[in-house]
């Protein structure tokens, strides 16, 4: 076996964030995180590009929409096309010809919500009861978790995998991806507590072994820039457990080595998604990054960054966008209704994205109604527009000391007529 002191030492200056202005009596600010690959101004809605590929975009479009990073799936690309591939390509960017700073996530919540079938963010109200069986309907288990890792079978093939704390870092150092998540274990909002207690042991035993292995990868992979490893909270709806896991992980350190960022993840009761967010972020330490997994819908991102979240993904916007339904001002519609067939004008007037400077919501329309590949691309455009622009209007109001009115006048508009908002 190496010795540790052996290796050379690592070089973090490549990595860094500097947090800017704050909102007034909350945890919410801005900032600006340093990659090798560039920097990012916080806080930012970060275009999910699952398989590497923002699904029907090009990475020139995503760049013009206004994106600053895109973030990978690390469970998708180590089943296809393999980590040693996307490593021999020169790591995740260089593969997709993306110029500028990545994200992978470290398959967990893909991995385990194999066996349930659950959402990220749900409305607590009609589900009370608690099980540690629950399950989706007419899904199959795919997934077991053990104190180890997590056996899974393949969604593409039915072969058998397994993901351990030690594996993730290995495939998301292979991916290569500028900043990269610790293994964790995702619970459902319908464990029994005591079950949330033990995963949340699990998940940060599982954390401190990243550390070890990630601290191993860097020492050794000398010839790839840094990458920055985020630990993962969990703790379900219980305020002891998500405060504990701030606590723990913000103060982990191994031999040197402690989490670059944070991310604040699990699935969540969308009623009280702010006051979870903000018992983590009062916890953690001021001076690093917390990415909200997972979170995309507008009023969501709000409280989100009012809480102390600086960066965010989620696949729903270009998911939404290829059923034909596209974000407005006025809320999110579909433009498979027959009143679209006539509207010669963009689906949104002050929208400034290429689809909106160049097309008709009539010609969107038809492209749907034809099934023709381009409606999805012009319409996934206009959806990571919408919501890249409306985080960076959330930082342009931070700093500009109007952030709760213009959170007041945007979902005002966004969900007038549906006061009690939409989950996605
Ligand atoms: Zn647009």
């Known amino acids: 076996m190496n010795s540790y002191n052996n290796l050379p030492t690592i070089k973090r200056e490549t990595f860094a964030f500097k947090p800017g202005k704050s909102l007034e009596n909350s945890q919410g600010r801005t900032g600006v995180i340093s990659t090798p690959h560039g920097d990012i101004a916080t806080p930012a809605f970060i ?3 699952t398989k590497a590929t923002i699904k ?3 990475p020139e479009s995503v760049s013009q929409l206004g994106g600053q990073a ?13 980590p040693d591939i996307v490593d021999e390509a020169g790591g995740l960017g260089a593969f997709m ?3 500028g700073p990545t994200f992978t996530d470290s398959g967990g919540f893909q991995v385990l919500s194999l066996g349930v079938g659950f959402k990220k963010v749900i409305a607590m109200d009609t589900e009370t009861f608690r099980s540690d069986e629950v399950m989706a309907k007419n899904k199959e288990r795919l997934a077991h978790v053990d104190d180890d ?3 899974f079978k393949s969604h593409l093939d039915g072969r058998m995998h397994r993901f351990t704390p030690e594996v993730s870092m290995q495939v998301q150092h292979k991916l290569g991806a500028d900043i990269i998540f610790a293994f964790d274990e995702c619970t459902t909002l319908h464990n029994t507590r005591s079950y949330q207690e033990r995963s949340l042991e699990r998940t940060r035993l599982w954390a401190e072994r990243c550390l070890v292995e990630h601290r191993r990868l860097t020492r050794e992979r000398t010839h790839r820039p840094y990458q920055a490893l985020f630990g993962v909270l969990q703790g379900a709806q219980y305020e002891d457990l998500r405060r504990k896991a701030a606590r723990d992980l913000g103060s982990m350190e191994v031999d040197g080595v402690s989490f670059d960022g944070f991310g604040l993840g699990g699935a969540l009761d969308k009623e009280n998604l702010g006051t979870i967010v903000n018992w983590m972020c009062e916890e953690l330490p001021y001076d690093k990054p917390r990415h909200l997994l997972g979170i995309g ?4 991102l709000f409280t989100g960054v009012e809480n102390g979240a600086d ?3 989620c696949v729903a916007p270009s998911r939404q966008a290829r059923t034909s339904a596209v974000f407005t001002p006025d809320g999110r519609i579909n433009l498979s209704n027959s009143k679209y067939q006539r509207q010669f004008s963009p689906i949104d007037e002050n929208c400034d994205c290429y689809t909106c400077t160049n097309y008709t919501a009539a010609y969107l329309a038809h492209l749907f109604r034809a099934k023709e590949m381009v409606a999805g691309t012009l319409a996934t455009i206009h959806n990571e527009r919408f919501i890249v622009r409306l985080v960076d209007q959330m930082r342009a109001a931070i700093v500009n000391g109007d952030f709760l009115d213009f959170k007041r006048e945007f979902l005002g508009r966004f969900y007038v007529g549906n006061p009690k908002r939409q989950a996605t």
């Open 47 to 49: 275009p999910v590009g």
């Open 56 to 58: 029907g975009v090009l």
């Open 70 to 82: 895109v973030l990978a799936n690390a469970y998708h690309l180590y089943l296809q096309p393999g």
């Open 97 to 99: 010809n993306w110029p």
């Open 149 to 151: 890792g997590v056996t």
């Open 297 to 300: 819908e507008p009023d969501d």
């Open 311 to 313: 960066t965010f993904d």
